[in-house]
């Protein structure tokens, strides 16, 4: 879904964040990145990988974040995803989940879109054929089938519409799954024009539930997997908050917005 890897990671394993730590303390080691805010299992056991990952959540709503001035015109996005890969390989992310962007134009008026996207870092976005609005319930997964295609699907819960599937393929020979690490994430997308990563939009808080990621062997959560990480967003320029993450159960994340980039 246009998602860019996970780039900084400062290390504060040991502890939470000293960056705006979250209220609540997770029971996870705390890293940091410029460009995701959520929980990644991570693979330590060579003889397995990880092969399908799934969750479900609330489509969010978005709004220009509130320290941007009202005359600044432009476009926020953000994005909501499972994925396989990612943490450690940045190669390859197979991932599923929506994206969201408001637009700011002239004369004050803002322009909302929602879209349900599956994709392969660094492809283009696939999308699903299946409307999502803020408050839907949503269910995600994305299927490894070898080091080189995945399978996503996609499905609105609320309205009962399926996405379908959707057939992820690498897009060269230097872009491989691993299975390394399992990835539940509120993201910055990358605008599809020039790379760039566009400003996260305020999204407010995302519960992503029933977190699942399976190996060729094993079921995984939160609480189950033998390593996750907790990951909070931070700013690339000077490491301030930008959304803080917790996690209530073995199988939730919550990411809450707390600045604009």
């Not at 134009?105 to 996207?117: D, L, S």
């Not at 910055?188 to 062997?217: M, S």
Request: hydrophobic share 40%; glycine share 8%; charged share 15%.
């Amino acid at each position: 879904m246009a998602t860019p890897a996970r780039g900084l990671m400062a290390a504060n394993a040991a502890s939470p964040s000293t960056s705006g730590a979250p209220s609540a303390t997770p029971t996870h080691p705390v890293f940091e990145s410029a460009h995701w805010g959520g929980a990644a299992l991570i693979n330590i056991d060579p003889a397995e990988n990880y092969t399908f990952v799934s969750c479900s959540f609330a489509v969010p709503t978005v709004s220009v974040p509130a320290n941007v001035p009202t005359t600044q015109l432009g476009e926020w996005k953000m994005g909501v995803s499972c994925a396989l890969d990612g943490d450690l390989n940045e190669s390859a992310i197979a991932a599923a989940g929506i994206e969201a962007s408001i637009v700011r134009t002239a004369y004050g008026k803002e322009i909302v879109t929602y879209q349900a996207v599956a994709s392969w870092f660094p492809s283009t976005d696939l999308i699903f054929p299946v409307n999502v609005k803020p408050g839907d319930e949503v269910y995600v997964s994305v299927h490894g089938l070898s080091t080189s295609s995945a399978i996503a699907t996609f499905t609105n819960l609320s309205s009962g519409k399926k996405g379908g599937e959707l057939y992820l393929q690498s897009p060269s020979s230097d872009s491989r799954l691993d299975g390394s690490s399992a990835d539940f994430i509120t993201n910055r997308v990358l605008n599809v024009t020039d790379g760039t990563i566009a400003p996260l939009a305020d999204f407010g808080t995302v519960e992503i539930n029933n977190i699942v990621a399976n190996t060729q062997i094993n079921k995984f959560n939160l609480n189950t997997s033998p390593h996750s990480n907790i990951i909070n967003m931070v700013s690339d320029i000077d490491l301030s908050p930008v959304v803080n993450v917790t996690d209530p159960s073995g199988t939730t994340v919550r990411a809450v917005f707390v600045a604009g980039l």
